[in-house]
């Protein structure tokens, strides 16, 4: 059975984002069954740990034996054997690996970039002065892929594992109204979280929390 590296705790406004939540809504969306364990920080930085997961970070995977780690590369390894998570048809295939890397890539840095500047350094004077370019930054991409999904229910023909890791992108900067003012990426972040494998996923995920409090 696979077993998900999770963390053992995080300040509640990080429930909800933390990436193994990826990965749980990947293998919920397989079928495939998983269980968890759960880090602190002195697990971060144990040889063991280290080993599976070279920078001490969630998710890495234990797969019967095989070790993986980075949420991206875990969801695509749950892709391709899902059967379900990516198109079967090559060109689609590739589409919409090519969309995974976009999401991972080119929407999700910007966006970080400007939610740790709002949670962790907003009274740093440095800080207020990147912040709008940041802000500029994240709101074209973002702009970007509301043109590209007018007119589609999802990134390609289908939901695939690109709207997975575009949702949890999306999901990220919650602290603010930019992604609820764009009716396009808002409906689209809702339409999928309406999945039941993503409810069972963050139901979950948010568990693990309550249990360790």
């Not at 990947?26 to 599976?52: C, H, K, V, W």
């Not at 990134?155 to 109204?177: C, G, K, N, Y």
């Not at 309406?194 to 995920?205: N, V």
Request: proline share 6%.
């Amino acid at each position: 059975m696979i077993r998900l590296s999770t963390f053992r705790s995080v300040p509640p406004f990080v429930q909800g984002l933390v990436r193994d939540l990826r990965v749980r809504w990947a293998l919920e969306e397989a079928g495939i069954p998983y269980e968890t364990f759960a880090i602190g920080s002195d697990d971060q930085n144990s040889p063991d740990y280290r080993a599976m997961q070279p920078f001490g970070q969630v998710p890495a995977i234990d797969d019967d034996g095989f070790t993986l780690f980075e949420s991206g590369a875990i969801v695509m390894r749950i892709a391709e054997r899902s059967g379900t998570l990516l198109p079967s048809n090559p060109d689609a295939r590739s589409r919409a690996i090519a969309w995974m890397f976009a999401a991972l890539n080119t929407i999700e840095p910007h966006i970080q970039n400007l939610t740790l500047i709002d949670l962790f350094y907003a009274n740093e004077e440095w800080a207020k002065l990147r912040r709008p370019r940041a802000l500029e930054l994240a709101q074209s991409r973002l702009d970007s892929l509301a043109t590209w999904l007018k007119g589609r229910d999802y990134l390609d023909e289908s939901f695939s594992a690109a709207d997975l890791l575009m949702t949890t992108v999306l999901r990220t900067p919650r602290h603010i109204d930019l992604i609820a003012k764009m009716p396009m990426l808002e409906n689209y972040r809702l339409r999928c979280e309406a999945r039941p494998a993503f409810k069972r996923a963050l139901d979950a995920h948010m568990a693990d929390f309550e249990k360790a409090a």
